[in-house]
């Protein structure tokens, strides 16, 4: 091997680096677009805003969203899939570690409640401005909807296997938690002026308890530590 020149292994591991670093700035700068998209769409509505707009607020030229997204469209589905992600990443964390019903069932609506309380803008736009997505893309949006819908309705299974919770339907009982959390978003206008958002998820699971919860699943989250 001639002076000077690197090992393959080691040019190998140069442009390796450097892709990973290319591929964390671009990563970054989705990031950045698709958080200004989702406040913009929320505040002026996906229709008004348009792709200047997101660039001027990025701090970017409007050409340059374009080496990101093909159009606002997509951009309307990075916010929604962003959304999306948070709960299926950090509803599975919030339950690691947790085994009885009651705390993974208090966790997974704690976890979805902050998320909603993070990202307003998202969760009304969802209801808002989903439709404005072509039949395949709302198909998947419903998709891992239903999906991080199943991490709720998993607790509740649990906690009607164990004799904690009535038998109820769990799908259906997981949409009414996912709509009690989305409520801080339809209505902040009015409860953040009311009460916290932890007291918002503390007065929705002493609802939600109150009508899951058998006589043994009462006795065991009255023995359970503060």
């Known amino acids: 091997m001639s002076a000077g020149r690197s090992p393959p292994s080691a040019a190998h591991a140069i442009g390796g680096d450097q892709r990973a670093a290319a591929d964390r700035l671009t990563a970054e700068r989705r990031s ?3 958080e200004a998209a989702g406040e913009l769409f929320g505040r002026r509505g996906y229709h008004a805003a348009t792709i200047r707009d997101i660039a001027l607020r990025v701090g970017v030229s409007p050409g340059l969203i374009y080496n990101y997204v093909q159009d606002k469209e997509e951009l309307l589905l990075l916010v929604l899939d962003s959304l999306l992600d948070a709960y299926a990443s950090r509803i599975p964390a919030a339950l690691a570690g947790l085994r009885d019903p009651i705390a993974r069932f208090a966790a997974a609506l704690d976890t979805y409640c902050r998320i909603v309380a993070e990202r307003p803008e998202a969760t009304l736009l969802a209801y808002q401005e989903s439709r404005s997505l072509r039949r395949p893309l709302r198909e998947h949006i419903k998709r891992r909807e239903i999906e991080t819908n199943a991490l709720i309705a998993a ?14 339907d769990a799908e259906l009982t997981a949409y009414r938690v996912v709509m009690m959390a989305h409520g801080w978003a339809l209505k902040t206008w009015r409860l953040a002026g009311r009460m916290t958002i932890d007291d918002y998820i503390a007065d929705s699971l002493d ?13 065991r989250r009255a023995e359970a530590p503060p």
């Open 32 to 34: 950045q677009i698709t």
């Open 155 to 168: 607790c509740i299974r649990d906690g009607i296997a164990q004799g904690l919770f009535r038998p109820v």
């Open 207 to 219: 609802m939600l308890l109150g009508a899951l919860l058998t006589p043994l699943g009462a006795r």
